[in-house]
């Protein structure tokens, strides 16, 4: 047991400081501004630390662990502790969180409820990464739900109330999946009921009950994660929220469900997942071609980046189908890359969106003179997006393409067909993203235009896309330093479960 209770702080630091805004003066919201960005400061370098002094790379078992008694009456505890495969995710999120942070622009609107809603999601988001209990977990994933929709209802664009009221039907829907799984698993054990993982992860239920289990996560955290056919809540959500909020959402809020599959259903369901994980390719094969191919369709700038990023997500789901130390050691990493790489393409779209106040591409056009700045980051993370070699991308994508290649599941055939497929998805990705940057950036329109007076981007923006730009370059360059949290945990989970 490590005696200092550091995952708690980080979980409940967020939201107390974030009820304190209440306290802070009503005039001027850089006060609350400087506040909101101090702590998110504060939460990265304390989690940071923690992870740096008291965090065993080696070591694949739960670390940092913490076990609270909170309702004896049915064995829920205040239970958390991390893992190789949680703690990317983690500090993904305290990153993420302080750029958007710094990213938002003066809100004029409610800016101590902004403001506070930021912090409580940085606490909503680290809950599910870190919690040890599923149904704290359960708890964590609701309590993330509420900030987004009030974000996305009272910052958002024109049809603002009708996306969030979507976002929330879905996911609020999905959890009811998720809560009946937990409660299934918690009920269906062998002695007396038990939420902890790791009980849970050692059990054995009967075929055709897992197999039910299985389907009930899948389709909670297939919301989340947008899976085909359940993703059509993502564009409308990006193409109207409040761009910081795009960065939380595409950043941290889709690995949710990502982690949550191989969390819940590679540890705990594994003879399920073991019978499933063919449907899984298929599923991550069709998403890849599927929005890549819808991406070029869409009028709106964010609904066509927001395609891009459930294209992506497919590549995780493809990881997780090969079953092989490879595949999921790449389905860990995309996580990580396209955290990055969906976040700062939204902040560049927000920022060319303050300039020109146009959101359909077909109106763009001309804008790398005026502002060059934003213009050689966009490109250079879009390139990043398509996988060009030397950036995360391309790292991520080759070691998925070897890991299904090294898989000993699947025969030869399937193995070539399923790469020949992901293979026409990735020529596709670079149709979109050049043509995003063709309409957006060369041409004439604006430039000719009487309003052609535009402000390149500040010190704050250009730190921003920079701070974000610098990671994804070193992954590319140096991929190890992420394989080197999760290589050990994702050896001891595969052998536990999946090789005889």
Same mark, same amino acid.
């Given at each position: 047991?490590?005696?200092?209770?550091?995952?708690?702080?980080?979980? *409940?630091?967020?939201?107390?400081?974030?009820?304190?805004?209440?306290?802070?003066?009503?005039?001027?919201?850089?006060?609350?501004?400087?506040?909101?960005?101090?702590?998110?400061?504060?939460?990265?370098?304390?989690?940071?630390? !923690?992870?740096?002094?008291?965090?065993?790379?080696?070591?694949?078992?739960?670390?940092?662990?913490?076990?609270?008694?909170?309702?004896?009456?049915?064995?829920?505890?205040?239970?958390?502790?991390?893992?190789?495969?949680?703690?990317?995710?983690?500090?993904?999120?305290?990153?993420?969180?302080?750029?958007?942070?710094?990213?938002? +622009?003066?809100?004029?609107?409610?800016? +101590?409820?902004?403001?506070?809603?930021?912090?409580?999601?940085?606490?909503?988001?680290?809950?599910?990464?870190?919690?040890?209990?599923?149904?704290?977990?359960?708890?964590?994933?609701?309590?993330?739900?509420?900030?987004?929709?009030?974000?996305?209802?009272?910052?958002?664009?024109?049809?603002?109330?009708?996306?969030?009221?979507?976002?929330?039907?879905?996911?609020?829907?999905?959890?009811?999946?998720?809560?009946?799984?937990?409660?299934?698993?918690?009920?269906?054990?062998?002695?007396?009921?038990?939420?902890?993982?790791?009980?849970?992860?050692?059990?054995?239920?009967?075929?055709?009950?897992? &197999?039910?289990?299985?389907?009930?996560?899948?389709?909670?955290?297939?919301?989340?994660?947008?899976?085909?056919?359940?993703?059509?809540?993502?564009?409308?959500?990006?193409?109207?929220?409040?761009?910081?909020?795009?960065?939380?959402? !595409?950043?941290?809020?889709?690995?949710?469900?990502?982690?949550?599959?191989?969390?819940?259903?590679?540890?705990?369901?594994?003879?399920?997942?073991?019978?499933?994980?063919?449907?899984?390719?298929?599923?991550? &094969?069709?998403?890849?071609?599927?929005?890549?191919?819808?991406?070029?369709?869409?009028?709106?700038?964010?609904?066509?980046?927001?395609?891009?990023?459930?294209?992506?997500?497919?590549?995780?789901?493809?990881? =997780?189908?090969?079953?092989?130390?490879?595949?999921?050691?790449?389905?860990?990493?995309?996580?990580?890359?396209?955290?990055?790489?969906?976040? !700062?393409?939204?902040?560049?779209?927000?920022?060319?969106?303050?300039?020109?106040?146009?959101?359909?591409?077909?109106?763009?056009?001309?804008?790398?003179?005026?502002?060059?700045?934003?213009?050689?980051?966009?490109?250079?993370?879009?390139?990043?997006?398509?996988?060009?070699?030397?950036?995360?991308?391309?790292?991520?994508?080759?070691? =998925?393409?070897?890991?299904?290649? &090294?898989?000993?599941?699947?025969?030869?055939?399937?193995?070539?067909?399923?790469?020949? *497929?992901?293979?026409?998805?990735?020529?596709?990705?670079?149709?979109?993203?050049?043509?995003?940057?063709?309409?957006?950036?060369?041409?004439?329109?604006?430039?000719?235009? &009487?309003?052609?007076?535009?402000?390149?981007?500040?010190?704050?923006?250009?730190?921003?896309?920079?701070?974000?730009?610098?990671? *994804?370059?070193?992954?590319?360059?140096?991929?190890?330093?992420?394989?080197?949290?999760?290589?050990?945990?994702?050896?001891?989970?595969?052998?536990?479960?999946?090789?005889?």
């Amino acid at each position: 047991m490590n005696y200092f209770p550091w995952l708690t702080i980080i979980i *409940v630091l967020p939201i107390f400081a974030g009820s304190l805004i209440v306290f802070l003066p009503h005039r001027g919201n850089k006060v609350i501004r400087w506040y909101t960005l101090c702590i998110c400061i504060i939460e990265l370098l304390l989690t940071t630390y !923690a992870f740096g002094y008291h965090f065993q790379l080696n070591d694949p078992l739960i670390q940092l662990t913490e076990d609270y008694k909170w309702i004896d009456f049915f064995d829920f505890s205040w239970r958390l502790g991390i893992d190789g495969i949680s703690i990317g995710p983690i500090l993904l999120t305290g990153f993420i969180t302080t750029l958007a942070t710094l990213a938002a +622009r003066p809100v004029t609107r409610e800016s +101590r409820v902004f403001h506070f809603l930021m912090l409580a999601m940085y606490s909503g988001q680290i809950g599910p990464f870190s919690s040890q209990n599923l149904l704290l977990f359960f708890i964590m994933w609701e309590l993330e739900l509420i900030p987004v929709y009030l974000l996305l209802s009272m910052w958002g664009g024109k049809k603002r109330l009708y996306s969030a009221t979507k976002f929330i039907l879905y996911t609020a829907g999905s959890s009811a999946f998720l809560l009946m799984g937990i409660l299934g698993i918690c009920l269906s054990g062998s002695n007396e009921p038990t939420l902890n993982f790791e009980t849970s992860a050692n059990q054995s239920y009967p075929v055709a009950l897992e &197999t039910l289990f299985y389907i009930g996560f899948f389709i909670a955290f297939a919301v989340k994660s947008p899976i085909i056919p359940l993703h059509t809540w993502l564009p409308d959500t990006h193409g109207e929220a409040h761009y910081s909020t795009c960065m939380l959402l !595409a950043g941290i809020l889709l690995k949710m469900g990502a982690y949550g599959l191989v969390r819940i259903n590679m540890e705990l369901l594994p003879h399920a997942h073991s019978i499933f994980s063919p449907w899984l390719m298929i599923i991550g &094969t069709i998403q890849i071609i599927y929005a890549a191919s819808t991406s070029p369709g869409q009028r709106n700038l964010k609904k066509r980046i927001a395609y891009s990023s459930v294209s992506h997500m497919g590549f995780i789901i493809i990881g =997780l189908g090969s079953i092989n130390d490879t595949g999921l050691n790449g389905a860990i990493l995309q996580i990580i890359s396209h955290g990055f790489i969906g976040a !700062a393409l939204f902040f560049l779209a927000g920022t060319s969106y303050d300039r020109i106040r146009l959101v359909y591409l077909d109106e763009m056009g001309g804008m790398a003179i005026t502002i060059p700045k934003i213009f050689t980051t966009f490109s250079i993370l879009s390139m990043a997006s398509l996988a060009l070699p030397g950036m995360s991308g391309f790292v991520v994508e080759l070691i =998925l393409f070897f890991g299904i290649l &090294t898989s000993q599941k699947y025969l030869l055939m399937t193995k070539i067909l399923i790469t020949f *497929v992901m293979a026409i998805g990735m020529i596709l990705t670079p149709i979109y993203s050049l043509s995003m940057l063709r309409q957006m950036f060369y041409g004439y329109k604006l430039f000719i235009a &009487t309003n052609s007076y535009f402000v390149d981007s500040g010190p704050r923006e250009f730190f921003v896309s920079i701070s974000i730009l610098l990671p *994804v370059i070193a992954i590319g360059i140096y991929p190890d330093f992420v394989f080197s949290l999760s290589v050990d945990k994702v050896e001891a989970l595969l052998s536990n479960y999946f090789y005889p």
